[in-house]
């Protein structure tokens, strides 16, 4: 753990914080003297989480005018403290073959997975410049590895994995940290709700596609949910996130999980092919019984 706890003072802005990952870390760093802007989508989810350093802001990152408000919101803080941290969490997660997930339905996903964050890091990095700050994006194993069903999902983590290398390139050298962080099954509601989704996604498709993917949705449905038990608390990650936050010298990635570390650096090592064969035998076992 950590010790750099009360001279890191200042603001620091979660977003996606209603419950999860997003609320945990919210939690964490509040607990470490920083002022919190929590980011939820509903009042409800306000309440909830509403604690001393913990202050909610309705914030929708799609929205310009919510960005805005929250921009404002910092630039304005009565007690003039300065904005530390970013941390960009809000998301959305789906499974779907690359065929069947409607256009429409991708550009929903990239405006909230990637679009928002960038949006987010446009408004708040001239303070983050001025006060030294930290940078953190969300990402996921899906950021390293794209598993059959996570085309869409995996598509915009790849993307943040990108972004973030551009943005610590460009400003480490005035003086902003940026890291990125690899969650692989945490037990969220987001996981907790994946076979709800999941069933969602085959009921939309055509009777043709039906034939094609059905087998392979309920195996990934059945893989995921298998995955929960033996994944890593919303608090752990919280831990981590704050950990990397108060660092004087983070990495600049961190992963979450029992196994995610391994699937990473498996994806370094092994040919696609061979890859390709271990996810497939993986994913074989969940199959279920005809």
């Known amino acids: 753990m950590s010790n750099h706890y009360i001279e890191h003072r200042g603001i ?138 996570y085309g869409p999902y995996a598509g915009t983590k790849f993307a943040i994995e990108a972004v973030s290398d551009a943005l610590r390139r460009e400003v480490e050298p005035l003086g902003v940290k940026v890291i990125v962080i690899e969650p692989g099954a945490v037990t969220t509601e987001m996981l907790g709700q994946v076979d709800v989704r999941g069933e969602r996604i085959i009921g939309e498709m055509t009777t043709e596609q039906r034939g094609r993917y059905a087998t392979l949705m309920h195996s990934v449905i059945s893989q995921a949910k298998a995955s929960i038990p033996g994944g890593a608390a919303p608090g752990e990650a919280g ?6 936050i108060t660092s004087t010298r983070p990495r600049t990635r961190y992963t979450i999980g029992r196994n995610t570390a391994i699937l990473v650096r498996l994806t370094r090592l092994l040919p696609d092919r061979m890859l390709d064969r271990i996810l497939a035998r993986d994913l074989k076992s969940h199959q279920p019984e005809r």
């Open 12 to 149: 620091a802005v979660v977003t996606g914080a209603s419950k999860g990952i997003g609320a945990a870390t919210a939690q964490e760093i509040a607990k470490r003297g920083f002022h919190v802007l929590a980011g939820v989508r509903q009042a409800k989810d306000a309440d909830a989480i509403r604690d001393a350093n913990l202050e909610p802001i309705i914030l929708d990152i799609t929205d310009e005018a919510a960005i805005t408000a929250l921009v404002k919101r910092v630039a304005e803080d009565p007690e003039r403290r300065p904005l530390r941290a970013l941390v960009n969490n809000a998301g959305m997660a789906v499974n779907a073959p690359v065929e069947t997930h409607p256009l429409s339905e991708w550009r929903r996903l990239f405006e909230v997975n990637l679009f928002g964050h960038v949006a987010m890091i446009q408004a708040l990095l001239p303070m983050l410049i001025a006060s030294r700050g930290t940078v953190v994006n969300i990402s996921s194993i899906g950021g390293k590895v794209a598993m059959a069903t």
């Open 239 to 244: 831990r981590i996130i704050a950990d990397a």
